[in-house]
Structure formats: C-alpha cells, structure tokens
C-alpha cells in the first residue's frame, strides 16, 4: 500500500453495526502488521445501543421486548465508557490509525478528538465545550458528540459520534454515557438552518487533519477491492458478530 503518512477516507454510509465492528477489527490487525496506512471510517447507523468495556445493563431503561419492537440491538463492544445511543442522523467517526502517530497516549487523543468535533461546530455556529467529569462534547443544554476508543497493540479503533439529527427521543430509553440529568442535544437544535450531513462530514475530516496534523485523501480502489473480497460489507455477513439483549 501507500505512503503511512497519509490518512485514508471511507465513507461506508448507512452500515449495521455488527458489520462495522467487525471490520473494525480486521482493520486494525490490518494496520497493526502495517498491511494498510491509518484511516478513518465515516459511517451512520441504523438504531443501536451499544455497551462499552465499563457498561452497564442497568443503564439500558428500555426492555428486550420493547427495542425489538422499535428494531434496536443492544451490542457490547470493547471500547471504553458506558452505554451509549447510534442512529441516523448522527456521524459516526471510526479512526484506525497507529496511536503514537497521532499523540503521545490515549488521554491526548481523546481531547484532539474533543477539539475536532469542537472546532467543527463552531463552523456551524455551535459553541462547544468540555466537561470535566464526562468525556465527549457538550453545549449549554447537553451533550451533543461522545467519544469512546479502544486501543490493541497501539491501534485505536471506535471513535466519536456527533448528533447532527438524530431522533433524540431514543436517547431517552438509555443513560447516555451515565451522564444522567445532563442531557443529550443535536446540531438541528441549534442551528436554525439546514445541516446538510455532507457539510458536517467535509468539515469533520478538514478539521480532523488539521488537528491530528496529517493530510487526509479518499481511499483509493484497491481499500475497496480488499473490503469487497472479506465480505465484510455484505449485510448478509453480519453473523460475525451477534447482538445481545439487556
């Protein structure tokens, strides 16, 4: 493959998670053994829930037979944090990159990734701020982007997700992140205009390569061809990872 300095772009759209956690993991091992360069991954879920390595099914409010009537799975992962919400309507960020390329341990690269996300909403108007007892982004009535990674063999894999507008009433059958009382909030609350996803997108990627330092271009074909030969984007293929219920 390429140049290692560059970072790669996919756009993989509307993407079941199960899938998508899987091909995390091939990804990873991928660019673990140094077979591909670091990436990022954009991607926007169907409705899930998902637990990280801290999560509690306590914090999932909704029964098992409720989410299946509303079609939601519940997924435990191993990223870092707790329960937390992806839908449409919401950006999901998945960067597989080679930690130390990108800061000096996970601590900094979590704030880099806090400033991506805040530097993208002041584009649009929305002033953003941390929290210092919640990882993630918020403005003045809740939080609007999460964060959560995980890091094997110094390769991140997970990332963020930023509400642009999703339907903020699933946040309701979860505690988001245990933040509880805090609130969660999404770009159309605060901007009158339309938010185009594209935009939001464009604008995540500008800032993520300024912040991170590193020069971003869309993944040439021969990513694609690889994706296409695992079979991992295959809907059909989504048996590689199950859901789980609360």
């Not at 879920?45 to 299946?68: C, K, M, Q």
């Not at 309507?89 to 996300?117: C, H, K, M, N």
Request: aromatic content about 8%; hydrophobic content about 40%; overall charge negative.
């Amino acid at each position: 493959m390429n140049s290692l300095s560059e970072v790669w772009l996919a756009d993989l759209g509307q993407f079941d998670y199960g899938p998508a956690y899987a091909l995390q993991r091939h990804l990873a091992t991928e660019r673990d053994e140094e077979r591909l360069p670091d990436l990022l991954l954009l991607v926007e879920h169907p409705p899930v829930i998902t637990l990280g390595r801290r999560g509690n099914r306590s914090d999932i409010y909704a029964s098992e037979s409720e989410l299946s009537a509303r079609g939601i799975n519940v997924f435990e992962t191993n990223r870092g944090g707790l329960v937390t919400y992806h839908g449409p309507g919401q950006i999901v960020g998945y960067p597989i990159v080679r930690l130390r390329a990108f800061a000096s341990d996970a601590p900094t690269y979590v704030w880099r990734l806090e400033e991506t996300i805040s530097r993208t909403l002041a584009e649009f108007g929305v002033t953003a701020h941390r929290d210092l007892g919640n990882r993630g982004v918020f403005v003045d009535n809740g939080k609007i982007a999460a964060i959560g990674v995980a890091v094997t063999h110094g390769v991140t894999m997970h990332g963020f997700a930023l509400n642009v507008c999703p339907h903020l009433a699933h946040f309701g059958l979860i505690n988001p992140c245990g933040i509880g009382d805090l609130g969660v909030t999404s770009m159309s609350e605060h901007v009158r205009a339309e938010i185009s996803m594209d935009s939001v997108k464009n604008s995540l990627v500008g800032h993520f390569g300024n912040v991170f330092n590193r020069p971003i271009r869309p993944a040439p074909a021969a990513f694609w061809e690889l994706l296409s030969a695992w079979g991992v984007t295959d809907p059909t293929n989504a048996a590689k990872i199950r859901p789980v219920y609360s």
